[in-house]
T-cell receptor, first 113, second 114 residues
Framework: DSGVTQTPKHLITATGQRVTLRCSPR?????VYWYQQSLDQGLQFLIQ???????AKGNILERFSAQQFPDLHSELNLSSLELGDSALYFC????????????FGPGTRLTVT | AQKITQTQPGMFVQEKEAVTLDCTYD???????LFWYKQPSSGEMIFLIYQGSYDEQNATEGRYSLNFQKARKSANLVISASQLGDSAMYFC???????????FGKGTRLHILP
């Protein structure tokens, strides 16, 4: 158990809908990262937050947004969902940016039908 | 373009043998970090080892070592004395210290045979 929690574990929704994925980092970790893992695109870095501020942005679509709250939990919002958004979404945390070790959560499996 | 290449989609190795998983990268940045992660069939991502681009010594963590050859832009993972529990997908990743972006290779699926 990495100490990073993600909810929900599974999510099934229809095209065009909007969902919110939630992540709680390990106690004491200020930095949160979001990743998407799909069969065709592999593992992709989406976005990083540090202490509430966006720090780095990867291949995140405009339909996706994220934020980190004062209690350090983070949410990833996915809207106007398409079939191709079906993937495993991971959250990871570290004490600070550029830490060598990131602790991954168990992931949220999103299925868009 | 910044890119990570793992050329071995799958590997079969006898238990107790050493195994090397290949990773090459392409970047013009001088400051970067290289990671290896393990993803068992259960799906979780497990951090294995890290190497900074300015680290002079190769990183080691227990049975894992990183064979870092900066001039060749390679960062191969070596697992010594493989075990059945090492069967998993292995990902090489790079963090660019300029903008903190991280990219992953496509992965290598390792099968350890009894």
């Amino acid at each position: 158990d990495s100490g990073v929690t993600q909810t929900p574990k599974h999510l099934i929704t229809a095209t065009g809908q909007r969902v919110t994925l939630r992540c709680s980092p390990r106690s004491g970790d200020l930095s949160v990262y979001w990743y998407q893992q799909s069969l065709d695109q592999g593992l992709q870095f989406l976005i990083q937050y540090y202490n509430g501020e966006e720090r780095a942005k990867g291949n995140i679509l405009e339909r996706f947004s994220a934020q980190q709250f004062p209690d350090l939990h983070s949410e990833l919002n996915l809207s106007s969902l398409e079939l191709g958004d079906s993937a495993l979404y991971f959250c990871a945390s570290s004490e600070a940016p550029r830490q060598s070790e990131q602790y991954f959560g168990p992931g949220t499996r999103l299925t868009v039908t | 373009a910044q890119k990570i290449t793992q050329t071995q989609p799958g590997m079969f190795v006898q238990e107790k043998e050493a195994v090397t998983l290949d990773c090459t990268y392409d970047t013009s940045d001088q400051s970067y970090g290289l990671f290896w992660y393990k993803q068992p069939s259960s799906g979780e991502m497990i951090f294995l080892i890290y190497q900074g681009s300015y680290d002079e010594q190769n990183a080691t963590e227990g049975r894992y070592s990183l064979n870092f050859q900066k001039a060749r832009k390679s960062a191969n993972l070596v697992i010594s004395a493989s075990q059945l529990g090492d069967s998993a997908m292995y990902f090489c990743a790079m963090r660019f210290l300029g903008d903190d972006k991280i990219i992953f290779g496509k992965g290598t699926r390792l099968h350890i045979l009894p």
